[in-house]
């Protein structure tokens, strides 16, 4: 299996602190240069989406002739598979010739990369954890891709999209600070896949195959990445707090994973 090693930092460029510097080998994108990026803008979205395989077969067998097929698909465009194996999909479907060449004429383009937007919720202190290296691994095909960070790093450091909340009671002070990170990351193969986020008190994990999900605590997020869509956003929350006895003790207590495609 190859991988793909990004430094989660990377994704950010932060104010004062330089990137850091993680003893990892193999081809490394610092993430930290991500900072003060942003997802692209959300537009209007179109009532009429664009139409899809399991649209074109229902229509066709439900009376529409090729020509208004054609003329459908025409003005709203095609979101599916026309490789050899898409429009063959499509001639065993019963489609006419016209409506299959219609469909490849007007397919969106093939999704080679997602926008991917990290946000980071630090519940605590600022300190060294103890599993000091958050990792994010996604399967694309026979490669995957691993991102990074040092969260010792990322909490020290000032970074451009960086709040802080109070949300301190009558008993108890407590503050959650939030971190985004954004960019855009290759994801070349379409279907279903699975990502992972853990932490780790190792800077070189290369493969899934290194890590115990029980051990680490493995949290994943399983997502259907579209041969072709309007839209390829994906946005990851991450919740961090901080043990209050043990303070290099820091933990994963939640993530949250959701894409929009159309």
């Given at each position: 299996m190859t991988r793909l090693i990004i430094l989660l930092c990377g994704f950010l460029g932060e104010v004062d602190a330089k990137p850091a510097e993680l003893p990892t080998s193999g081809p490394v994108v610092n993430i930290v240069e991500w900072d003060g990026n942003r997802l692209p803008t959300v537009y209007e979205r179109s009532?009429?989406?664009?139409?899809?395989?399991?649209?074109?077969?229902?229509?066709?067998?439900?009376?529409?002739?090729?020509?208004?097929?054609?003329?459908?698909?025409?003005?709203?465009?095609?979101?599916?598979?026309?490789?050899?194996?898409?429009?063959?999909?499509?001639?065993?479907?019963?489609?006419?010739?016209?409506?299959?060449?219609?469909?490849?004429?007007?397919?969106?383009?093939?999704?080679?990369?997602?926008?991917?937007?990290?946000?980071?919720?630090?519940?605590?202190?600022?300190?060294?954890?103890?599993?000091?290296?958050?990792?994010?691994?996604?399967?694309?095909?026979?490669?995957?891709?691993?991102?990074?960070?040092?969260?010792?790093?990322?909490?020290?450091?000032?970074?451009?999209?960086?709040?802080?909340?109070?949300?301190?009671?009558?008993l108890l002070p407590r503050s959650v600070r939030t971190v985004t990170f954004s960019g855009r990351i290759p994801l070349k193969v379409s279907g279903h896949k699975e990502l992972k986020a853990f932490t780790a008190t190792r800077p070189d994990i290369h493969w899934l195959s290194e890590v115990s999900e029980a051990t680490h605590h493995v949290r994943s997020h399983a997502f259907d990445y579209p041969a072709n869509s309007n839209r390829n956003d994906c946005r990851l929350l991450i919740r961090l707090f901080q043990d209050r006895l043990l303070e290099d003790n820091w933990t994963i207590t939640g993530t949250h994973l959701e894409c929009e495609w159309n």
């Open positions: 009532d009429q989406l664009p139409i899809d395989r399991s649209d074109l077969i229902r229509l066709s067998e439900n009376g529409f002739k090729s020509e208004q097929l054609v003329d459908v698909i025409s003005q709203r465009r095609y979101s599916g598979d026309v490789s050899a194996e898409g429009l063959i999909s499509l001639k065993s479907a019963g489609l006419a010739n016209e409506v299959i060449q219609s469909a490849s004429l007007h397919a969106l383009a093939s999704n080679r990369s997602i926008n991917l937007s990290i946000t980071l919720e630090i519940d605590g202190q600022s300190s060294t954890p103890r599993s000091r290296y958050l990792y994010l691994i996604i399967p694309d095909g026979e490669i995957e891709l691993v991102f990074t960070a040092d969260l010792g790093h990322v909490f020290g450091g000032k970074w451009r999209s960086d709040t802080v909340t109070d949300q301190s009671d009558l």
